[in-house]
């Protein structure tokens, strides 16, 4: 079966962190690109970041250093750790897959940045 499942939201203050982990399941993780969204209320879905089966990194300009994101190809799993979270960063962040014209989405899980 496959799938992605996020872990590790939450709230959190501002200035604060949180990692989110995805875990996958059912695909050759190690071909595919990884990456993170993010979509907050009644706006679109946004990309944060992503890791490319090659190891080569793009991120949004409005991360500014604060986020990393990483991959164990063997764990078949893709982290995104959170620094300096600021209350415009609150969403929902979704994991994705992508390889070719497949693009696998997990269910998403709710960051919250409010003091």
């Known amino acids: 079966q496959v799938q992605l499942v996020e872990s590790g939201g939450g709230l959190v203050q501002p200035g604060g962190s949180l990692r989110l982990s995805c875990a996958a399941s059912g695909i050759a993780f190690g071909f595919y690109d990884m990456g993170w969204y993010r979509q907050a209320p009644e706006k679109q879905r946004e990309l944060v970041a992503v890791?490319?089966?090659?190891?080569?990194?793009n991120y949004a300009d409005f991360v500014k250093g604060r986020f990393t994101i990483s991959r164990d190809n063997v764990k078949k799993t893709v982290s995104l750790q959170m620094n300096n979270l600021e209350p415009e960063d609150t969403a929902v962040y979704y994991c994705?897959?992508?390889?070719?014209?497949?693009?696998?989405w997990g269910q998403g899980t709710q960051v919250t940045v409010s003091s």
């Open positions: 994705n897959s992508h390889l070719g014209a497949r693009s696998i």
């Open positions: 890791l490319s089966s090659g190891g080569s990194v």
